[in-house]
């Protein structure tokens, strides 16, 4: 179905469904002469749409919803244009990222130059001695890697730190390694890297647990409203884009707090499931809380663990060495029988499991464990999850349907990070963000942004799943490329079914809560290679425009 005249779309559209209620009541809101692709098996297109109290009550043709009408319904001309369901990013980071634009210098930028003219800029109006702090950088996308001599140079006054967008790795300068105890006899920790150059000096490239380590010497100022201030501002990026969901993959129980802050005060704009970090495990298990508590805005989700490191920032651990680095394979970050006690422990007390698995042999360990805690605790649904779950084989994927895991990849990184994929090599590629894979072994996998690690872009997830391009025209594993309406399923309906709800939201049918985009462009009629470019138009959660360009 790959492009429809407006004849065959009309004749496409058919029948009506719609809730009982819609008789006593008049809807809010109606939208009509819209193509609609609702991602509803028993009705695939539709022209309009009626809401009440925020959620759909009619899916239809114009006729027969409009029908519906009351004297106060507000009704809403859609002037053909498309609307899907809104995206579900199932794993991203938004509080977090949100806090991390208040409080840092934003280092997404293409030269050394202007990284190192903006840590400057900051360091000039921060205090002397006071951390400074960057994000979004990105190594491979800047002429090297910047270096400890160049944040020197930036900050010379400052401990300063510049975290990779992927979140794994960062670069420090001096300071920060000596606020850190750290010097070139310091052996690398558990699950952690420095890296040394040329006779052993520290090039202030530090990764994983090392990063971890230094993280912690930062002092936590207390700013007021920062919560607040920082969700506020992400759900604007995020709603922007058409995302009307989020997963947040590592929920502390402040940020859980601050979600029901957000919600109490009728200021959230997404819906929020929170997937809360392992180290909060036990103070939830103590309070009875489990996944599924909650409600459609914010619901507690799974328990967040990490098997290995990142694909951006090669940590994560593979069977095979990188290309053009001999005997490196990546960095394990929790061992079999750590992810094991964890698992059983939360598992059996209902929660579902999210582990972050990127390499093969990351991946083999996490189905290890599921194998045993789902053979050991039988009887529940189970629908784990494994976190990007990057680089997979035949034989991975056939365990995974045994157990019904569900893969959460992040599919926007062929085109994003296209230039960091030559360390994986063209042969292992065909392997990677195995949509085609999972789909055809009956699998339901999800799509997301891991922002800041990529962009919150669901139109470039559909761009780079259709094509398998990156930026420069490069073709990576294209055998796994899927259709786009494999590509919306994915990114809408098997998000919501990774957090167990397909029957609240993931496509529009009656019943459903009233989350939809309306599209710029028609992306049945785009160029696949342009499919990022289409921009949204306006963004409706829960009945209520969030977002309109
Ligand atoms: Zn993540």
């Known amino acids: 179905m790959s492009s429809f005249s407006r004849r065959e779309f009309l004749h496409g559209v058919s029948g009506l469904l719609l809730l009982p209620l819609l008789r006593a009541e008049q809807p809010d809101v109606i939208l009509f002469n819209g193509k609609i692709w609702t991602v509803d098996e028993n009705q695939p297109l539709a022209q309009a749409v009626a809401v009440s109290a925020g959620r759909l009550v009619a899916v239809g043709s114009d006729h027969d919803v409009v029908a519906y009408a009351g004297g106060n319904t507000r009704r809403f001309d859609l002037s053909g244009k498309i609307v899907l369901p809104g995206f579900i990013d199932a794993h991203s980071h938004p509080l977090e990222s949100g806090r991390a634009h208040l409080r840092m210098v934003a280092c997404d930028l293409p030269t050394i130059a202007q990284v190192v003219a903006a840590v400057k800029a900051r360091a000039a109006k921060t205090p002397p001695g006071q951390w400074v702090q960057g994000f979004l950088y990105d190594d491979s996308k800047t002429e090297h890697p910047i270096t400890r001599e160049e944040l020197d140079a930036a ?7 510049i975290y990779h967008r992927g979140g794994h790795i960062a670069f420090v300068n001096s300071l920060a390694l000596k606020a850190a105890g750290v010097d070139e006899a310091t052996p690398d920790p558990e699950g952690g890297r420095y890296e040394h150059g040329p006779s052993r000096r520290l090039t202030g490239r530090v990764a994983d647990k090392a990063v971890e380590g230094i993280k912690r010497l930062i002092p936590l100022q207390s700013i007021p409203d920062e919560d607040r201030d920082a969700l506020k501002l992400i759900q604007k990026m995020v709603t922007s884009k058409g995302i009307t969901s989020v997963g947040d993959a590592s929920a502390s129980p402040m940020d859980l707090h601050a979600y ?11 819906r929020v499931y929170c997937i809360m970090i392992v180290d909060s495990l036990d103070r939830m298990l103590a309070a009875g809380i489990r996944t599924g508590l909650g409600d459609e805005w914010v619901r507690v989700g799974g328990i967040k663990q990490f098997a290995d490191g990142s694909i951006s920032e090669r940590t994560a651990r593979l069977s095979q060495p990188y290309v053009g680095m001999p005997d490196y394979y990546g960095l394990f970050l929790s061992s079999e029988e750590e ?31 599921y194998e045993r805690v789902q053979r050991e605790i039988p009887g529940r649904e189970p629908r784990n999850r494994i976190e990007h779950c990057t680089l997979i084989n035949d034989a ?7 157990l019904n895991v569900t893969p959460v990849p992040f599919s ?16 292992r590629l065909t ?26 872009e669901p139109m470039m997830w559909l761009q780079s799943q259709v094509t398998r391009k990156d930026k420069q025209g490069n073709a990576w594993g294209t055998n796994q490329r899927i259709t786009l309406e494999e590509a919306i399923r994915c990114g809408t309906i098997n998000g919501a079914y990774a957090s167990f709800e397909e029957n609240v939201k993931g496509s529009i049918e009656p019943g459903k809560v009233a989350d939809l985009i309306v599209l710029g462009r028609d992306p049945f ?25």
């Open 260 to 270: 029901q802050n957000a919600h109490s005060a009728g200021e959230l704009s997404m």
């Open 396 to 402: 991975l994927v056939r365990r995974m349907r045994t």
């Open 525 to 549: 009629h785009e160029d696949p290679a342009a499919l990022s470019t289409i921009p949204v138009e306006g963004t409706m959660v829960g009945g209520k425009w969030v977002y309109e360009s």
């Open 339 to 369: 992810l094991y006690e964890n698992s059983k422990k939360a598992y059996g007390a209902g929660w579902q499991l999210c582990t972050h698995a990127n390499g093969d042999v990351a991946i083999d360990r996490v189905l290890k464990v």
């Open 155 to 161: 900050a010379p006054d400052h401990p300063s730190i």
């Open 412 to 427: 926007g990184y062929v085109y994003y990070h296209g230039e960091k994929m030559h360390y994986y090599g063209a042969e």
């Open 431 to 456: 392997h990677m963000f195995a949509m085609r894979s999972f789909l055809d072994a009956g699998l339901r996998p999800t799509d997301s942004s891991d922002y800041t690690a990529s962009p919150l």
